[in-house]
């Protein structure tokens, strides 16, 4: 009876066993199931293709698993009166000091056990506790719950997802989370080094914009960010939460190095372009002080033969990423061609200027031309010599100042004659019949080229003026004795004096007559023959000279011993064989006798004149009795 009892309890407690592992199969398969699904949705490994998986074969899923989870529920064993069984009721208490049984081996009964003690009459009966199956209801009804939130987000999750990128995503380290293609091309855009267009500072800050695509880049960003899009798994945006994604775009750029001189070149020469430079000058300082040196200023029209030297600076500063590109500094530009340097030197003379003098010696007077008297006459001009421009109009108005006042020839003369008095003898110029050719007459042109150069070397001198040489004859130059010059006239005591109407000449040395003699002149009313009025002055002698020429249709060859020239259309003091020892009287009024102008006078005197009056002696020339002797007239 003990033994049936036990054997009761026995099997009792292996069947609330059963159900006890009954009921945890069921949770525990469950929970399997939920697990499996979420895994199956949340691994990226595992969803190949995100196009195969609609929201609603999703949510298919999970009402399945559920499904499942009650129908475990369903087939879970029961025994009808089955009861839960204390097992410390079925086992008897164990004495004080008792033993505790062995436990039989394998296959062993119980009651072959000697040690075990004996049923007792009074052992109290097992009972049995019905198992409620509620909790396992309420764990089951929360797991589906759950499951299904956890569904229902996930739903929601792919919606937000859709069309931006996933969290923790980043290009080119710029977080780009949630971020639609659009947004996220502006953010790289912001911060990318490529830009649309490459800036051209040129000198003077001016800024020209050359469009990359002109230069035939292509930007391919936009298409980079649409790749990088497509290959997120949007299905798996719960993953992205907890790891980053990084994503690099390589800036690559590009481009055509022809087409970019070809917009260099177009729009950094385009017409009206750039601004010329200007050179440095030498201006007057505002104080009167001297000269000052204005520097040049640069300009920034490109050099076309300097243009490459723009090219490769460009095209390096692009290569090295840079998109604003100063070229201010680039040897390209037109240069000033006079620089502040190249004038400090001129502008150091033209200082010296305040001190130097330039001294024109007229014999019994000199006149000073100071530095601050030229400063108005003077400019520069990098053509000029030495790069200081006189201004020639000023100068030519000084010099003809000065020919007024210094120069003599021409003009007319107070004569004290022997025989006559005091006469006025006409100066005479060439062209007006060349009658006169004593006096200081200055050469204007080269007087000015003179003073010019002075100026310009900035230096003191003193100096002559330059006189005129007559052309046809370099030996005669319009000056005279120096050492008779005063303001009052220019001849002193020493002089030859003819009077034409006496056919006389008288020779006057130291104030006293040296020599006189008869003469025979030109014939008188006969223009190519006649003997001009006039100062005239001796410049060269010549000794066995043949006179030769013509005039009125007759020639002749005159030879003569000795030969003193005093004008400049060829008469002179000379010797006449043909005149046969007579002179004087009125021969000089007959075409036979009269010479062709000149003064023919017997070998003695003539011999005399050329070896005893000095070059440069006056020769005084008149004729007062000219109602006798007949006026000259030219013909016509």
Known sequence: MEDNEIKNAVSAQEGADEAVKNAVSKEDKAKLIARNMANASFNSDTVEDKSEISENAALRKVNEAVNNTRSYERAAPRRAGTEERDMSQVR?????????????????????????????????????????????IVCLSLLGVIVLGLAVAYIVGVNKYKGVFLDNTFINNIDVSSKTKEEAYKMVKEKSQLKDSITIVRLGGEQISIPLKEIG?????????????????????????????????????????????????????????????????????????????????????????????????????LDKGTFIVDVAEVDCYETAKITADSLKEKCDKLNKMFNFTITLDFVY?????????????????????????????????????????????????????????????????????????????????????????LIREAKNAKVKPVYYTWPNDQNFTFTCDESVWTAEKDWGNTYIEIDLAAQHLWYYKDGKVA???????????????????????????????????SAGGATWASPTTYWTNMSLYGAGLHDASWQYGVFGGTKYKYAGTASHGCINMPLDKAKYVFDNVPINTPVFIYKIDKAAAGAATKPN
């Not at 022809?258 to 017409?271: H, I, P, R, Y």
């Not at 790069?387 to 007319?412: F, N, R």
């Open 92 to 136: 008897r208490k164990r004495p004080e000091g008792a033993r505790s049984p062995q436990r039989r081996e394998q296959g062993q009964r119980r009651s072959s056990d000697p040690r075990r003690r004996p049923q007792s009459a009074n052992r109290r009966p097992v009972r049995k506790k019905k198992k409620s199956k509620a909790p396992l």
């Open 217 to 317: 880049y292509e930007d391919k960003t936009q298409y980079e960010i649409e790749k990088f899009y497509n290959s997120q798994n949007h299905y798996n945006w719960v993953a992205s939460k907890f790891k980053n994604t990084q994503f690099e775009l390589e800036e690559k750029f590009d481009y055509d190095k022809t087409l970019l001189e070809t917009q260099l070149k177009k729009q950094m020469t385009a017409t009206g372009s750039g601004k010329d430079p200007i050179d440095a000058t030498i201006q007057k300082s505002t104080d009167g002080s001297g000269y000052v040196i204005v520097k040049e200023k640069p300009g920034d029209k490109i050099n076309l033969d300097k243009i490459k030297n723009l090219y490769d600076y460009v095209e390096k500063s």
């Open 365 to 453: 007077a000199q006149e000073q031309l100071t530095g601050d008297m030229v400063m108005n006459w003077v400019n520069f001009d990098d053509k000029a010599d030495n790069g200081i421009a006189v201004d020639m109009k000023q100068v030519e108005t000084y010099v003809e100042g000065l020919s007024k006042k210094y120069d003599t020839y021409g003009k007319d003369r107070e004569f004290k004659t022997t025989k006559k008095g005091v006469i006025t003898i006409k100066g005479g110029k060439m062209g007006e019949n060349d009658s006169g050719s004593y006096g200081w007459w200055m050469d204007q042109q080269k007087t000015m080229e003179l003073i010019a150069g």
């Open 515 to 549: 020599m006189e003699s008869d003469i025979v002149s030109g014939l008188d009313g006969d223009y190519n023959r006649y003997t001009r009025e006039g100062v005239f002055k001796v410049f060269y002698k010549e000794r066995n000279k043949v006179l030769r020429g």
